[in-house]
Each structure stands twice: as C-alpha cells, then as structure tokens.
C-alpha cells in the first residue's frame, strides 16, 4: 500500500489514520477493524493489523474503520475521530482509546488460537514452490524450467485421491504394501494432473522411482518437514506452483498453465475434518479463500481436487457460491458415489468416528469452457493379497479415488477463431521478424553467401506459403484471436546447423527460446487455424534463421568461419508478421499482429516471489527476473542487520509493464546507521557465495548502484537507509513512506525510495479515473513505440522509462476526462488504438513551455529544461531535464507521425525502426571494451548529454540512437547520431574532442573512435 489522494471536504486521508493508530502509543491496533470494497466479494471487513501487513489493496477501497464497534473514520459520512476532519462530530480520542483498549482485551493468545475462523480473516500470504522433473541424462530430479507452460488440449484427463497417511494405527494399515499398490494404481490410470492428499515423505519417494513418474511428470516440491503429511501434485506439464495455509496441517496447492490461451489453475486442497472443533466454519473460510484466489490472478479456468471432508448436503452450498461445479453430480446426478465407505473398506471403517459412508473426494470445475463428460472412482476394488487371519480385504487407502475427464471447448458465448480456408500461395508468409539492430552479423554473412539476400529480411517462418495477400486482413483476424493471451519470449540464436541438399548446403541458426519450445508452440497455435498452409509444407516444423547457403560439401571448418563473423543473434518476439512480396520486390511486412505481455489481462504471468513484498498490479517479464530477484532477496535478508534488510521491486516490473529483455531494477531497505556501500558489498559477497555473480559498485545519477548480470538479466540494486523513527515507516513498508516522512532521509536513499513510491504514486494517479489493467496497455504500448522508434533514454537528451510512465499517466486521465474520438470524430472506447491516438495527439500538440503533472505541482518551475514532465510524489522534480532543443522536436515529430500512423489507418507502420541514413550526416561512435560490455556503455552514457550539446552549439540540429549495433570490422558497439545542419568542419572537431580527451573515469581498456559521414 502507499499514499492515496487527499480525501474531499478535508477528510484526513486514510492512510494517515492508520499510520497514527500504529504508532501511538495510547492506541492498540489489535482492537481496530478495516472495512474495505473487495473487487469480487463486495464489502469485506479485516483486523487492521492484517490489513496493514498484506499491502495489496489501493487506498481509495477503504470504507472506514471501526474500534471495536465504534465507527472511528468513515469515509461515506465525513467521520473522523482521530484527527477531527471531515464532516463528522469532530474528534473524541478518549472515546477511540476505551473502544479499543475493550475490543483488544478479550483477544488473549490462548483464545485466539481456538477461536473459530472469522470471514475475511486474513491467511498468510501464499509461498512459491519449485516444480521437478526427472533428468534421464543425469539421473536426478532437476527444476523444471520457469515461467508457465503454454497447453494446447482438447480434453483433460484428471485424478484426486486421499492416500491416507501412515502415520495414525500404523500396526493396523500395511502402510509398505499401500504405497506400492497406490503407485501401481495411479500408474495405470494414464492421467494429465493428479492431486494426492496426506502424501507422506515415503510415498513421494517411491514415486519420485516410479518409472511411469519419471517418464512423463513434473512433480511439486517435498511437503513441510514438520508436518508428517500434505499436498502432492504431478502433471505432465510443469505448474506454476504456490502454496496457501489455511493452519499448520491444512494447505492448498494451486498450479497453473496457459491451456489454449487462457490462464488455466489446478488445485490440490484437503479441508478440515470433522474430528476438529468447529469444523464446519473451518471449511466455510477454506472455501471462500479457494474462492477468493481462484477468481484472482487472471485465473480464467480452474479445476480443484479436493478431499472436502463432508458428504452431500448443506455444505455443497459453499462450493456454489465458490463458483464450483461437481464433476460426480454432473455426470452422475444419481448415483450416491460414495468415496469413503466404512461399510465396505475396513481402512474406512477403522478412521471413521460415525461409521456412515459419505463422497468426501471431489473433483470441481469452475469455468465456462470446461465440461466434465466421464468421471468413475478407482481404487475401490480390494487388493488381491490374502489377509491375516481376522482381518477383512485390503485397500490401497482408506478413500476411493475419483478420476475424470474434461472437455475443454471454446467458452461460452465465444465460438473461438473461425479456420482461414485458403489456399496457400509461395508469395507470402507468416514469420517472426528478429529486429533491425539485432541482426548486424547475420546480415553481413547473408550479403556474401545466401543467394535470398536480396528478396529475404532476416526471418524465422511459421508458414510458407501462407495465404494470399488479398486475404491479409481476415488472416490476421485469425492469427490475432489465435494467439489472444500468449506472451512476449526471447530468442537467442548463437549455434549453427545445416540442412543438406543434392546441390548443397543450407546453414541455419538455432533459435533456442525463454520459455523453451516458445516457437513450437506458437506455430501450434496457429496450425488448426490456416489447414493449407500447414498441409502444404508436410514435414515437421523446424524453427530456423537461414544465414547461408553453400554449394558442394559444406566442412565444420566453413560454418564455424560463418559463426564466428555472425555472432551471437537475440531478440525479444513481440509480434508475429503477415510478409508478401509483389512481383520482382523484395518480401516486406504488410500486417503485424502483436503478442500481448502476458497472460489473458494482458499481464505476464510471472508474480514476484512472497520474499519481497510487491503490490498487486506488478509483475515480472519473465521466470529468468523472478529468479534474479528470489536471490537478492535472500542475499539481502541475509546480511545481519537491525531491524532486517527487505528487497523492493522498482521500475517497469513495479509498474508491471517491463519487457521481457528489461533491466530488474531492486531497492533494498534498511537501517540509516549503515553505510550504502558496506551493505551492498555484503549483498554482493552472499550472491557471490551462492548464485557465483560477480558484482560492481558504480556511482549512478541516484547514488550508489550495485550492478550485476544474473542468468541473463541485468540488476541495479540501491540502498534507502531508514532512520529509526516512530512516524516512519520499517524497511519492509517502504511503499508508505510519506512524502513528508521522506524528507528525514539522506538524499541518496530518498532518490532510492523514489524508485518505489513514485511507481506506486503513479498507479494512485490513475486508480480513481480506468481500471489499472488499461493504464498498463496504454503504458506497454508506449514504451514499445519508444524503443522502436529509439526515444526512450534520458541520458542521451530523450525520455527514460519512468517519464513515459507519467505522459501515459497523463494521456489516460485526460482521456476519461475528455470525451475521446475516433479519427472520423466518432465516439471511440477509451481502450486500444483510440487510446494510444489521444496520448499522440496529446503531446504531439502539447504548448511549448507548459509542463506536465499527474500529482501536487511544483512550488517553482523548473527553468533548465525545454520542457518539464514532473514527477508525482511531492516534492516533484523534472525527470524531463536532459531534453534539449533539438531532442524536443524529435519527439513531437515523431508523436506527430504516431498521430498520423494511427489516423491514416497504419497501426502496423508505428513501430516501423527509423532510418538513420535519411539526415544530412551521420555521427559514429564505436566502442571497444576489454572488461564488461555494460561497464562501457554506461559510461558512455554518462557523457552523452555533453556531446549533444555540443553539436547543437555548433549549428546542428541533433538525432540520437541510442541503441547500438554491432561493428562490422570487429568486436565493439557501434552508436549512431544523425546530424542536420551545421558545418562539417566544426562538428568533426566537437567529435574529435570527444573521442580524444582523456577520462579518468573511463573503465580500464576502454577506446571509443568518432568518425563524421555525409
């Protein structure tokens, strides 16, 4: 949580309310109560204190809060007893003291810990767990890959079975020869997804050995060493797992996938039995925080197997107002179907308390496309051992298993994409197109050995041929609806292979993806869609990138001269490209479908681990981010401080909007009496012990930086140091650090802490105006217009990440202030490209010198800018500082065009990469570095500014590039400037004097050379 707005007619805003109740000492916080809009269940009320701790709820839900039974701030009737404000009586401490202290009293530990579960009490936050699989080539089990699994099916075929735990009259339950007829059992049954329930350490290990498991499954992490048994679940396909305490002995499993586009969750719950007291409202509140998760998260379908613990009656009310629908009943709605029987199974018998048989195992759907169409029990016959004399027949448990199978159609309402039945022409293709700058080395071997140079851009098909151009728009109805909810991935492409002819060879690079098998699936996707195109190629998809084609025999000795002059190839895959070619031109993209960030919200399915605490709407672009961030939050957890170091998520995975190859951007928080740069070197030696990451130390415009590369990503990690302060908030509750409160901080922490509040300031900015979900899209869509269009870096004069994030802000405002419309002046959603048209619109006309606010304005304008973009929690500053004369009419030509692009009916054409070879002349930039190639960029970075206004003190008016591409003629990155204007003498001296002057700073084998083109 973090700051709100101030409250109207001079309420005291809520957070204030609660920061006073927590930290005044006449006040007990454990007597108040928080009553709050839960966007799914209406009106919910929480102990405050659990509401202060979960941190994911916005500000402006909050309704009142009560002391007791007294009503001590509301914001429907202006009441504020606290303070005084609004409209109400005024303020009556005394009174909020007794309420309170009276509500606080009776809740002593002991009770509290047999009291029976109150609606809306709040549950431990839920635990990410690893899911395995097994490793034949080094027999082992090994994690699975991160990220979620992208599931093309028709039916699933799912299992649920309580086991029956060893562990209660094991001198009675043949515990040895149950586990081997249970592994027998549940191998013969040829499931996608089995739920086991009292799974003991024992079983799990004979099936982690079981070689139908180790074929073909992905198993859940080991259950809690200190409780004997819990939740197992094993799918063919690896889960994002998270695990829910309901009590020490109760918990719930929840996988998920994407299954055929949509976000898919399976899970895994054993309810409270009816030997605990009070085990009717246990199950009540079980359910409903089933419920609650399960319409959360972007959760579109959900299949829950479970061993609910009470037969067929009133309760089956709660799994209705869960949203859940028996499977049994369903198909059997006749059939008593019972599960634990103690008239039949003697295990039954000998764990009943009532002796009556009920159907306690469940498997519940919860969806509008899922249909349950076969469902029986299992293990409900007797094993065919002979029993000890005076004992009855033997059973694999205790429970009968319950098996079912589910078809999973189009949902309701929603016919899914209708075929494209065209016929497939050799002009056209569907493929994935690596960006321009990504391409360098490819390029430069295709010139001299692929005979396509000329008619080919680098690409990777999907389908060629594909259909006819003329049946483009239709087509790309297809592949859009086709692909609606999968996310951008990465590719890199370093190794090389080759496709054999009579005439010769064809070499090609790998694409090796992040998720792995990404291309695969995509095109799977597609396939069902576009049956000639598929029918047409006949032979099994390889994904490749074509860079040469050798006649005669092709030796290991020419290609590996081939891979050594293309390098390395990667790029993100945010769009698939309808490419033809018409006559003797070249191929060219005529329609782009994009991929949108994530799952079917629009949102990447990577939540950030429960060990740093983030709110609701951030999420990280990929399993590689989540990874690098679970480590520095144990590397900063455990570095010995008073009170303990807490990791925070900043930027655009804060905002929830970073792309996949995005920087992770990290404050870590903690106590003022330590230095910044003796905590970092303390976090850097524990990632240096366990993760093997080497670390540096740089100064950055924020302060001190620790900087690392973790599997791939790159991570910025910044101290806040926190005085120890009763108005301020601990280090794991930075998000409520309070503007004024801010002002107690040391510069280099409250820039630091900024990364945090102001992300969260700016969602604030726009929570009471759209829903978060659309400022997200607007904000994805602009930022990937920027990088596109080579915009999106302050330090060479343009526009960093979080200035975009404000104009977004902004743009989506004014939006729902103003009616929006289309091009032809019609009435237009404030959604997609009406949207995206306003925010163009906006700023391509926006006054020259008027600047631009979504929070309190500056007391003074900022004179040193062109124009001022200012930041949202007080006190502001211009994050638009670096632009000058000639970068500012950069950007509006460029909104202009954006404008144009959209207007004209061009969506396709805004993110087209510029050219820079259209200015008078060019500036290049090579830079050479003999240690980390990051280390010199960034310092070239830091100069940049200098150099643009130098050019522009020389005549010119200046185009930078930020991003760089590789230099032909050996290792290095190339930077490009484009210059219109002035005297080619003049600017080739202010580059020369660039290039020549020694720096001290420069890192060590650091060359940078500046050459002038016309």
């Known amino acids: 949580m973090g700051r709100g707005r101030t409250e109207s007619h001079g309420l005291r805003p809520v957070q204030d309310v609660i920061a006073r109740i927590r930290f005044d000492g006449l006040l007990d916080a454990a007597g108040f109560s928080v009553g709050y809009e839960d966007r799914f269940n209406g009106e919910r009320e929480s102990a405050l204190t659990a509401f202060a701790a979960s941190g994911d709820l916005p500000w402006h839900r909050v309704a009142y809060i009560k002391a007791g039974d007294l009503v001590v701030w509301d914001r429907r009737t202006q009441t504020d007893l606290i303070f005084g404000t609004g409209n109400g009586p005024g303020a009556d401490l005394d009174a ?64 649920t079975y309580n086991v029956l735990a060893d562990v209660y009259e094991t001198h009675r339950t043949y515990g040895e020869r149950r586990i081997a007829a249970c592994v027998d059992l549940l191998g013969g049954l040829g499931a996608d997804v089995v739920a086991l329930h009292e799974a003991t350490p024992r079983l799990r290990e004979a099936l982690l050995a079981a070689p139908w498991v180790r074929a073909g499954f992905h198993v859940s992490a080991a259950p809690d060493p200190a409780v004997p048994y819990g939740e197992m679940l094993l799918s063919r396909w690896p889960l994002l797992i998270e695990r829910h305490d309901f009590s020490r002995h109760k918990h719930m499993l929840l996988g998920r996938v994407v299954l055929n586009g949509r976000v898919a969750a399976f899970a895994s719950a054993h309810l409270t039995s009816d030997r605990t007291r009070d085990a009717g409202a246990r199950r009540a509140e079980q359910l409903r925080v089933l419920g609650e998760r399960l319409a959360g998260g972007g959760i579109s379908d959900a299949v829950v197997l479970a061993d609910v613990n009470f037969g067929d009656g009133a309760e089956d009310a709660l799994l209705r107002e869960a949203g859940l629908t028996d499977a049994w009943r369903e198909v059997h709605p006749h059939d008593p179907g019972f599960t634990f029987d103690p008239g039949v199974n003697p295990l039954a018998a000998l764990m009943s308390a009532t002796g009556r048989p009920r159907r306690l195992d469940r498997i519940l759907v919860r969806s509008d496309r899922m249909t349950p169409v076969e469902v029986s029990r299992f293990g409900d016959r007797a094993l065919e051992d002979v029993p000890p004399p005076g004992e009855g027949p033997r059973y694999a448990s205790d429970h009968f298993g319950v098996s079912g199978l589910v078809e999973v159609g189009a949902p309701a309402g929603r016919a899914g994409p209708v075929p494209c039945p065209e016929p497939a022409v050799n002009t056209s293709a569907l493929a994935v197109l690596p960006p321009e700058g990504a391409c360098g080395g490819v390029q430069a071997v295709r010139a001299a050995h692929d005979p396509a140079y000329s008619r080919w ?15 483009f728009g239709a087509a790309a109805d297809v592949v859009a609806e086709a692909v609606a909810g999968l996310g951008a991935f990465r590719v890199r492409a370093a190794e090389l292979r080759r496709f054999d002819h009579r005439s010769g060879t064809t070499v090609w690079a790998e694409p090796v993806c992040d998720p792995p098998g990404a291309l695969e699936d995509l095109r799977a996707r597609l396939a069902p869609y576009f049956p000639g195109c598929a029918a047409k190629e006949g032979r099994a998809f390889t994904p490749h990138l074509t860079v040469a084609r050798l006649e005669g025999r092709a030796t290991a000795a020419r290609i590996a001269e081939l891979r050594a002059l293309m390098g390395p190839v990667e790029f993100t895959v945010d769009a698939v490209h309808l490419i033809s070619r018409r006559g003797d031109e070249p191929f060219a993209s005529r329609r782009t479908v ?26 990280l672009p990929s399993a590689r981010h989540a990874a690098a961030l679970a480590a520095f939050a144990e590397a900063c957890a455990g570095v010995p401080a008073r009170p303990r170091l807490h990791v925070h998520l900043a930027g655009s995975s804060r905002l929830g909007v970073a792309a996949p190859d995005a920087d992770l951007d990290l404050v870590c928080a903690g106590p003022d009496r330590r230095e910044p740069a003796e905590v970092l070197a303390a976090v850097g030696e524990r990632l240096a012990a366990s993760a093997r990451v080497r670390t540096r130390q740089v100064e950055g415009p924020g302060g001190r930086v620790l900087r690392c590369r973790f599997d791939g990503v790159d991570v910025d990690l910044q101290y806040a140091g926190i005085p120890a302060r009763p108005d301020l908030p601990l280090p794991q509750d930075l998000p409520e650090l309070t503007a004024h ?105 926006w006054p020259a010198g008027r600047p631009v606010t ?67 002349r060019r500036l290049l930039l090579d830079l050479r570095c003999a240690g980390e190639p990051g280390e010199g960029e960034g310092w070239l970075d830091g100069r940049m500014l200098n150099l643009v206004r130098a050019l522009e003190g020389e005549g010119a008016a200046v185009r930078p590039y930020p991003d760089p591409g590789p230099i032909a003629e050996g290792d290095g990155r190339r930077f490009v400037i484009g210059l219109d204007g002035g005297t080619a003498g003049a600017l080739a001296a202010v580059a020369r004097s660039f290039a020549d002057r020694p720096e001290q700073d420069a890192p060590s084998g650091t060359a940078l050379t500046a050459r002038l083109t016309d």
């Open 854 to 920: 979504v929070g309190p304005p500056p007391t003074r304008e900022d004179p040193r800018t062109v124009w001022a973009i200012y930041s949202p929690t007080p006190p502001p500053f211009n994050t638009a500082r670096g632009l000058t004369r000639s970068t500012l009419q950069v950007l509006r030509d460029e909104l202009r065009r954006g404008a144009r692009e959209l207007s004209g009916g061009r969506p396709d054409a805004l993110c087209e990469p510029p050219d820079p070879g259209v200015h008078q």
């Open 457 to 471: 851009m680098p690409h990777l098909n999907l389908f060629f041929g594909f259909v006819g151009e003329e049946h």
């Open 594 to 619: 994009p991929l949108a960030a994530g799952g079917p919200s629009g949102t990447p399915p990577w939540p950030p681990p429960p060990s740093a605490r983030t709110p609701s709407w951030s999420r």
């Open 96 to 159: 909020v003291v007794r309420a309170c202290a009276a509500a606080a009293r009776p809740a002593e530990a002991p009770l509290r810990a047999k009291a029976s579960p109150r609606a809306g009490a709040s549950h431990p936050a839920p635990v990410s767990l690893p899911c395995s699989r097994f490793d034949a080539a080094t027999g082992r089990w090994t994690p699975a890959p991160g990220g979620i699994a992208d599931v093309i099916a028709d039916a699933l075929h799912v299992v």
């Open 741 to 845: 409160a801010s002002a107690a901080l040391d510069e280099d922490s409250r820039r630091a802490a900024l990364g945090v509040t102001d992300s969260d300031a700016l969602v604030r900015s726009v929570a009471g105006h759209a829903d978060i979900g659309t400022y997200q899209e607007l904000l994805r869509r602009v930022r990937r217009w920027a990088r596109a269009r080579r915009l999106d870096k302050g330090s060479w004069g343009l526009l960093g990440g979080h200035t975009w994030a404000i104009l977004a802000a902004y743009a989506l405002r004014d939006a729902v202030e103003h009616r929006v419309e289309d091009a032809a002046g019609r009435s237009a959603p404030r959604t997609g490209d009406a949207l995206l048209h306003h925010f163009f619109d906006v700023f391509g006309r």
